[in-house]
């Protein structure tokens, strides 16, 4: 089965053409970053606009880059939620009405369990069960994968996202947008212990995570010490990173005594973190268990993941009726498909 991957959530206009036999076989990217980096983030009707302009053409050249025509698809697949109403609109109309007009099935995708299999695209099998740690500008969870199609969540962020915490203090640092990949970048730069930051909700029972209060102190250190030097930057760059990753750390190795589940996944774009991923290997491996991640220019959003997501829904028989619905909150649990008790 050939399916054609559309992802327009946010800021990212992503194409592909995934194949169940032969793999991946096209993927294109168009990136609004430079758009947005003069308003310091998402300007959202310039995000819907630019994908209007964008996808045609994009889909065109994964067509041709992946030989293909559009005869030549069997299924289309779109991102219909989380992320921004318009962004999402523009992909799922044009998924769904190329769909019809080509007589194939469309299927609607979550957003977040594209990301949590888009380390599928490499890795062909994952042992099941596995852990997931779903960490992005928009998400902080910790999943339980019984199946595909099957998600349990163990907790998740009850305020600020992981990477939305990172994007936030780089502002408050004066870096560049994209702030979170900046702030990392910075942090290697700093020296360890000039400043301490709280691992927040570690005190406490449970997965849930909350990174609120971690901003605030990072806030209050940068307001103590104004004004502030490149090496200031950097120590508190570093501390904040330290107090981010050891919080996600503790709340995964609690995640694996809980569970007796050794297989986890790290995705979504702050995945794409160096020090995170080497982290988790060595926590992994003190653990006698297993990490695994996407291909570093999976974790971002990616049309791969949605045409991948959308190859196994459609081939376990799953697809859309002619109405299009997209949505900017949406749960991954409800969004399961297969009935499964261990």
Known sequence: MRVLGIET??????????????????????????????????????????????????????????????????????????????ALLVGASFGRSL???????????????????????????LQLPFLALLVSGGHTQLIAVQQIGHYRLLGESLDDAAGEAFDKTAKLLELPYPGGKELAKLAKQGIAGKFHFPRPMLDKPGLDFSFSGLKTAALNTIKANLPLSLQTKADIAYA?????????????????????????????????????????????????????????EFCTDNGAMIAYTGCQRLLAGQSETLSIEVKARWSLI??????YSR
């Open 9 to 86: 959530s946010c800021d990212e206009t992503g194409v592909a053409i995934y194949c169940s036999q032969h793999g991946l076989l096209a993927n294109v990217l168009h990136s609004q970053v430079a758009l947005h980096a003069e308003y310091g983030g998402v300007v959202p009707e310039l995000a819907s606009r630019d994908h209007i302009r964008k996808l045609l053409p994009l889909v065109n050249t994964a067509l041709q880059q992946a030989h293909l025509t559009k005869l030549d698809l069997h299924g289309i697949a779109y991102t219909s939620g989380p992320g921004l109403i318009g």
């Open 99 to 125: 769909a019809w007009t080509l007589n194939i099935p469309a299927i609607a995708v979550h957003h977040m369990e594209a990301h949590l299999l888009a380390p599928m695209l490499d890795v062909e099998r």
């Open 240 to 296: 904040f990173e330290e107090a981010l990753i050891d919080t996600l750390i503790q709340k995964c190795r609690r995640a694996i005594h809980m569970t007796g589940i050794k297989t986890l996944v790290l995705a979504g774009g702050v995945s794409a973190n160096h020090k995170l991923r080497a982290t988790v290997d060595a926590m992994m491996l003190q653990e006698g268990g297993q990490a695994h991640y996407p291909r570093l």
């Open 334 to 339: 409800e969004n399961n498909y297969v009935n």
